[in-house]
């Protein structure tokens, strides 16, 4: 069974930073790529980063620059360093894993900006 479960989230003033984790319930090896979607009030779930087995990470254009994903492997956690945070960044933050092709979601953790 594959559990991912976020904590980290909390409520930030404008150009604050916050860092998201993402723990695995065994190795995060196992996953062909790990990920932060995020979903705000009235929008449809967005890829925000994604890091692959390799290492290779990609992030969404609107948060290049500013945010950072990685890993421990030996912590079996993923990371989603957040900074210089807008309001537009105000969401659900939820984890992701793909592993033999199925999607594994975490339960999600809030992300607030105040202005």
């Known amino acids: 069974q594959v559990q991912l479960v976020e904590s980290g989230g909390g409520l930030v003033q404008s150009g604050g930073s916050l860092r998201l984790s993402c723990a695995a319930s065994?190795?995060?090896?196992?996953?062909?790529?790990m990920a932060w979607y995020r979903q705000a009030p009235g929008k449809q779930r967005e890829l925000v980063a994604e890091?692959?087995?390799?290492?290779?990470?990609s992030y969404a254009d609107s948060v290049k620059g500013r945010f950072t994903i990685s890993r421990d492997n030996a912590k079996n956690t993923v990371y989603l360093q957040m900074n210089s945070l807008k309001p537009e960044d105000a969401a659900v933050y939820y984890c992701?894993?793909?592993?033999?092709?199925?999607?594994?979601w975490g339960q999600g953790t809030q992300v607030t900006v105040s202005s």
């Open positions: 992701n894993g793909d592993f033999r092709s199925t999607m594994f």
């Open positions: 065994g190795s995060i090896l196992r996953f062909n790529a």
């Open positions: 890091i692959l087995s390799g290492g290779d990470t």
